[in-house]
C-alpha cells in the first residue's frame, strides 16, 4: 500500500492547509495544522499497543454518509490546557486548572474544525459526499476511549492514525487523530488510490 498511503498522507497535506485556514481564522491567530504521521493498524493491535489508563479528551464523530466508519481526536489533558490557553491568549503553565464548559466547547470546536477538514479532503478525492455526524466531547481514560471507539469493529476493520500537530508562536501541541474504517470502506479509498495512479500513468504516457 505504499502508493496508496503516499496519495493518503497528500491529502492529509490538503486537510492540514484547510485546518490551519479554518482554525487561524476562528481563534484570530496564526495556528499550523499539520498532520506529518500516517499509519494503518487494526483495532486490537491499536488497543494492545496503546493500552494505558492515562487521562485524555476526545471528540468523536460516526460518519453518516460516503464510507462507514468513525473518526476521533484525541489529546492528553495537558495539551487540552495548552490548546485552551492558546485560544484564550494565556498562560496557565504554572497554575492549576479545571475544565470548564467554556474550554470543553473551545476544544469541541477545534475537533469540529480539524475532523471537518479531513473529511472534506477525503471527499473531494472519494469524489463522493462524506458527511460526518455532530461531534461529540468524551473525556475519561484513553484505554476505554479507544475500547468504546473500536468495539464496534471487528479485528479484520482499519485504522488510519495520523498524529495531529497544532503550532503557535510558541508552543507546539500534539494530539492523534484516529480513522476507523471497515473493510468496504478501506475499499473505496485503495480503489480510488488505484484510479489515481492509473491516471496519473496514463498523463505521463
Known sequence: MKDEMDILREVSSIASAHGSRAL???LHKKINLTLPNLKTTHPKELFEKMSTERP???VQCRILSGIPGSIILIFDEQSTFQLIDICYNR???????????MGFSVIKEIGNVVIGSYVGALSVFLKAPIIPSIPTLINGPFQEIIRSVTNPYGKEDYILLAEACFEEVERRIKGGLYFILTPQAMKQ???????????????KD
Request: glycine share 4%.
Open 24 to 26: 487561524s481564522e476562528i
Open 91 to 101: 498562560n496557565t503553565k504554572d497554575k492549576p486548572e479545571v475544565f470548564t464548559e
Open 56 to 58: 485524555v479528551i476526545s
Open 189 to 203: 479509498i485503495q480503489e480510488s488510490c488505484k484510479k489515481m495512479l492509473k491516471s496519473l500513468g496514463e498523463d
